[in-house]
């Protein structure tokens, strides 16, 4: 098997929003059939969007030298000591390399760095291989399903050393 091109993780900029869009689309439009189209616009996000989410959370992406993004997740403080993920996606041609993982962990070190002991995240049912992904990393259902335009809305929850 030929070597992959080598990809960082770096704190994204507003020069990185297009190829956000682009992640955030591609990764979940296999999934559009199954959201209400006003949950799958709040998860692909839009132009206003997407700046309105780099304005109020870290942002990070996994990128190519030439900046080609290949993933993102975005990560912020929700109360103290507690931190929220938001926002994963990886291009479907690069699932599957490592990158899902990659980003989780430079969030989750994030959050720490932000002297959280707690994160949250949440899923919707269509994303069982996102769900899977996330309980392999110690992720567990806290119980708690929240309206999400129309769909249930799962919470997972991890300790984290601070």
Do not use: N
Not at 80 to 95: D, F, I, T, Y
Not at 118 to 126: A, K
């Amino acid at each position: 098997m030929p070597d992959q091109p080598q990809f960082s993780i770096r704190q994204a900029t507003s020069a990185d929003a297009a190829g956000i869009l682009e992640c955030l689309s591609s990764a979940f439009a296999a999934y559009r059939g199954r959201y209400t189209a006003a949950a799958y616009a709040d998860t692909v996000l839009g132009t206003e969007t997407i700046r309105e989410r780099m304005a109020s959370m870290s942002l990070f992406v996994a990128g190519m030298p030439g900046g080609e993004i290949l993933g993102t997740i975005g990560c912020h403080v929700s109360s103290p000591g507690e931190g929220h993920l938001r926002g994963m996606a990886v291009l479907p041609s690069w699932q599957r390399h490592g990158i899902a993982a990659e980003l989780l962990a430079v969030a989750e070190a994030e959050l720490r760095r932000q002297h959280c002991a707690r994160v949250t995240l949440d899923t919707t049912e269509p994303l069982e291989r996102a769900m899977r992904f996330y309980e392999k990393y110690g992720y567990r259902r806290s119980g708690k399903v929240m309206d999400f335009f129309g769909m249930p809305l799962y919470q997972y929850v991890k300790t984290i050393e601070p």
